[in-house]
């Protein structure tokens, strides 16, 4: 299985700490980390490759892809 991160943002822009993902395909990965969101955004990524980024503010789009 691929392995995934997602990265939880803080308020000042930084990664503040990762959960590890094991999900077959990006899609999985995507639905996992939206998950994550809870009153800060979330960047899930796979090595170097960035897949998304999830926003908690509902103004913003949810999936904001790269």
């Known amino acids: 299985m691929p392995d995934y991160r997602a990265y ?3 308020p000042d822009g930084h990664f ?3 959960v590890r993902l094991n999900c077959a395909d990006d899609l999985e ?3 996992q980390a939206e998950q994550l969101v809870n009153g800060h955004d979330v960047e899930l990524w796979q090595r170097d490759r960035k897949i998304a980024r ?3 503010d509902p103004k913003i789009q949810s999936n904001l892809k790269k």
């Open 54 to 56: 999830f926003s908690h």
């Open 8 to 10: 939880i943002v803080g």
């Open 16 to 18: 503040h700490s990762s």
């Open 29 to 31: 990965a995507e639905k």
